[in-house]
């Protein structure tokens, strides 16, 4: 079965042909970083502008790569949310022209599974076994959920502030380094020769949620002190603050949950340092995408589709974005 997998929650334009939800056939990334670099951050109406620009030409070149024709295709995946409402929308009306003019089913694809499914795209290795433990950390998203056998997502926590992403973003800008900050900011950290610097770490204890608000304030004060660190030290730091407390917390709620993997996922799950924090304190195996799949993708959307066959729709009926994140907390503290 080939699916069509379409994105535009934030600032990738993105398409990708995916076979039976695991077999990546294509992935064409139209990324805008370059048109928001001017002003450091996303904004909204920009975005959705490129979007509606790059998102024919995208299509059309992941079709090509695929080397699939439209009568090839089964159903047209495209996230339906979270993310930016205007981003959102101009995805979502492409996908639904185009499956209304080809006749095809249409699956509205939530994007933060369409992250955990990712783990999903490994072509000939096993795929990850359920029950599982996923951390997304995004620009947009740090959420920790449970995935159980049946597939079915539970929230057990998330950031109460700034995104695990959001936060290198911020901090990149207090170092003067462009956005998206992520990559800067960790290739400065691996500057660095001291790495005795120490930064706070929010532990949220008794919960599985995060904060990094703290951390960005706590970096920009060590920046304005008279005796500040290089650069390099104070990214360093940041680094391992974050890394740390994303491995910890995860670490102890897959060993209290009894999970059989954890899956690694979104942007900043392309940061190496992380990854390798993450390795070491599993107790279980470590599922992480290759970087080019932890940021946002159309494959990752399509595989996510493939899970969801039963919520195929006919492209003419009505149908929402969901800006904010649906999920619920599942249970308490
Ligand atoms: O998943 P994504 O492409 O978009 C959202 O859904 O938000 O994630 C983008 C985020 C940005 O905040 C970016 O700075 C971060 O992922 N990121 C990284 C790295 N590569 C991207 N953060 C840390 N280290 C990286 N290597
Ligand atoms: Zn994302």
């Known amino acids: 079965m080939l699916i069509l997998g379409i994105e535009s929650s934030c600032d990738e334009t993105a398409a990708a042909v995916v076979a039976d939800g695991r077999h990546l056939r294509s992935s064409v990334i139209a990324s805008q970083t370059d048109l928001h670099r001017e002003t450091g951050g996303v904004v909204p109406e920009v975005a959705a502008r490129a979007h509606l620009r790059a998102l024919v030409p995208t299509v059309r070149a992941a079709l090509a790569e695929a080397a699939c024709t439209w009568d090839d295709l089964d159903a047209i995946a495209v996230t ?53 433990l996923a951390l997304i950390v995004s620009g947009g998203h740090t959420e920790l959920l449970l995935m159980l056998e049946d597939g079915t997502i539970e929230r057990l926590g998330g950031t109460r502030d700034d995104a695990a992403g959001e936060a290198f973003d911020k901090v990149a800008r207090l170092l003067d380094l462009p956005y998206p900050g992520g990559p800067p900011v960790a ?49 360093w730091a940041f680094q391992e603050s974050v890394a740390d407390v994303l491995s910890q917390k995860a670490a102890r709620a897959a060993e209290r949950e009894g999970v059989r993997c954890v899956l690694l996922a979104g942007g900043v799950a392309a940061n190496a340092r992380l990854r390798e924090r993450m390795a070491e304190r599993s107790p279980v195996p470590l599922f992480v995408p290759p970087p080019a799949l ?27 974005i969901t800006p904010t994140a649906a999920r619920r907390k599942a249970r308490s503290g």
């Open 80 to 132: 339906s949310g979270p993310g930016l409402p205007g981003a959102l929308v101009i995805g979502l009306n492409a996908a639904r022209g185009l499956a209304y003019g080809r006749g095809l089913p249409l699956i509205p694809v939530d994007h933060v599974e369409a992250h955990v499914i990712a783990n999903w795209l490994t072509g000939a290795g096993d795929p990850p076994p359920l029950p599982a």
């Open 187 to 235: 290739r400065l950290a691996a500057e660095a020769t001291v790495r005795k610097t120490r930064l706070p770490r929010a532990a949220m204890r008794g919960s599985d949620d995060f904060s990094f608000s703290g951390l960005k304030t706590a970096v920009l004060q060590m920046i304005e002190s008279p005796a500040a660190p290089p650069a390099a030290e104070i990214a």
């Open 294 to 320: 932890c940021t946002d993708n159309g494959a990752m959307v399509a595989a996510a589709a493939f899970r969801h066959l039963d919520a195929a729709v006919r492209p003419e009926s009505p149908l929402e």
